[in-house]
């Protein structure tokens, strides 16, 4: 499982939080991710069924302890 909002992978087993959206379970990295996702969920969602290029890490800062 990725975020969906930052591409990190094997967020399942270590996942902050999780959501549920259209029948899709989503894992986050951190709370930050979450909350971006819960902001656009339609947006972050169709990325990954798109399975579209997600950023990198490096390509932003959340600027907080724990994420990423």
């Known amino acids: 499982m990725k975020d969906p ?3 990190m992978s094997g967020v399942e087993k270590s996942a902050v939080a999780t959501m ?3 029948g899709v379970q989503y894992g986050f990295c951190s ?3 979450y909350n971006v996702f819960s902001k ?3 947006k972050y969602a169709r ?3 798109e399975h579209s290029t997600h950023h ?7 600027g907080h302890k ?3």
């Open 31 to 33: 709370q930050h991710c």
């Open 40 to 42: 656009q969920p339609e």
């Open 20 to 22: 549920e959206w259209e």
């Open 47 to 49: 990325k990954d069924k």
């Open 5 to 7: 909002v930052c591409g």
């Open 66 to 68: 724990g994420c990423c």
């Open 56 to 62: 990198k890490h490096d390509d932003h800062a959340h």
